[in-house]
């Protein structure tokens, strides 16, 4: 995710190795989720979907329009961020819909390999950082500055933290500089990962419901947050540059302005389904709501675009001008 002043770190040979997994494994780059639609002019349009049920709402709201408005074929591919952008050069995938920085992905692929482009902004803000469940704010309200959490990392000691206190991530392909944050701040810490958004959210509703102590990453836009108001820890500030170098960091996330990416060659193939692409915008309510449906009420990813869609008749006409 979310959300990139430091890039997840992988190596280019297991990026290249996710890129033969089987489609058992979840990440292979030619591997569909789901396929609809027949042919037309639009053709195949192949919807990247990263690991956040966010994403999943963006990646069905803009597939179910493609389908139904623009006739084509869509193939979801479920794929890791620093996959999925692979896959522009090849063809095997067309747009990436939310995009939170990757400034290592994007000197990449757009300014030196040029295999993919800048499609405009997705009307999402996003916002990563330090969050505590509601309950540990009332009843410590110190916490909240960074300042003061080794007199309190006693308290969020585990198994998987030893000795230190622990700081929950959540999908460690996610982009995080927490590691850097704990060394570079000198906190009694160690980030122990929850491994995906959705453990990462029950530990966060459990931790409010049984009022024991967590502190974690968490982000917006996330339908989450209007169940529990987690709330954010004030790091030091964010300037600009102050994450130029991932290992040195020392401050806030910044706030990110979402964007969209498409191949080259998709940008410049004539598919009615890059307009769509470009002319995509909501809010983080629109994209909350969606994720809820799916997330929280449990609609098929299918289902809960089609029932904001068919809402919001005024949003989707203006996308397809």
Same mark, same amino acid.
């Given at each position: ?13 297991? =990026?290249?190795?996710? *890129? ?31 690991? &956040? ?46 995009? &939170? ?7 990449? $692929? ?16 996003? +916002?990563?950082? &330090?969050?505590?469940? #509601? ?64 453990? *990462? ?12 102590? =967590? ?7 996330? &339908?989450? =947050?209007?169940? +529990?108001? *987690?709330?954010?820890?004030?790091? #030091? ?15 806030? $996330?910044?706030? $990110? ?34 994720a809820g449906y799916i997330a929280k009420d449990g ?23």
């Amino acid at each position: 995710m979310k959300k990139w002043i430091k890039p997840a770190a992988v190596a280019a040979s297991v =990026l290249s190795a996710a *890129l033969g997994l089987t489609a058992c494994g979840g990440g292979d780059i030619s591997a569909t989720s789901n396929a609809a639609g027949g042919a037309s002019k639009c053709g195949a349009f192949n919807v990247a979907v990263n690991p &956040w049920v966010g994403y999943e709402a963006d990646a069905y709201v803009v597939g179910t329009v493609a389908k139904e408005k623009l006739g084509c074929t869509v193939n979801y591919k479920t794929l890791k961020e620093e996959v999925a952008w692979q896959g522009f050069g090849s063809g095997e995938v067309d747009t990436v819909l939310e995009n &939170w920085g990757h400034p290592d992905l994007t000197d990449k $692929y757009i300014k030196q390999q040029k295999t993919a482009q800048d499609a405009g902004p997705t009307g999402n803000t996003g +916002v990563i950082g &330090w969050y505590v469940p #509601p309950w540990m704010a009332k009843q410590y309200p110190d916490i909240t500055d960074s300042k003061n959490l080794n007199k309190y990392a006693d308290m969020f000691k585990t198994s998987e933290s030893g000795g230190q206190g622990q700081l929950l991530d959540g999908d460690p392909s996610y982009v995080t500089n927490d590691e850097a944050l704990v060394k570079n701040l000198g906190l009694n810490f160690k980030v122990v990962y929850a491994g995906s958004e959705p453990a *990462l959210i029950q530990a966060f509703r459990q931790a409010e419901q049984n009022h024991t102590p =967590l502190i974690g990453y968490f982000y917006e836009p996330q &339908w989450f =947050l209007n169940e +529990v108001p *987690l709330v954010k820890v004030n790091l #030091p500030a964010y300037t600009d540059g102050c994450d130029a170098d991932p290992a040195k960091v020392a401050c806030d $996330y910044p706030k $990110y302005d979402l964007n969209k990416i498409v191949s080259t060659k998709f940008a410049n193939s004539g598919s009615p389904a890059y307009n769509l692409v470009k002319n995509f915008k909501w809010t983080n309510q629109d994209q909350n709501m969606v994720a809820g449906y799916i997330a929280k009420d449990g609609m098929s990813p299918d289902a809960a675009a089609q029932k904001w869609i068919d809402a919001n008749p005024d949003k989707v006409a203006a996308w397809l001008k």
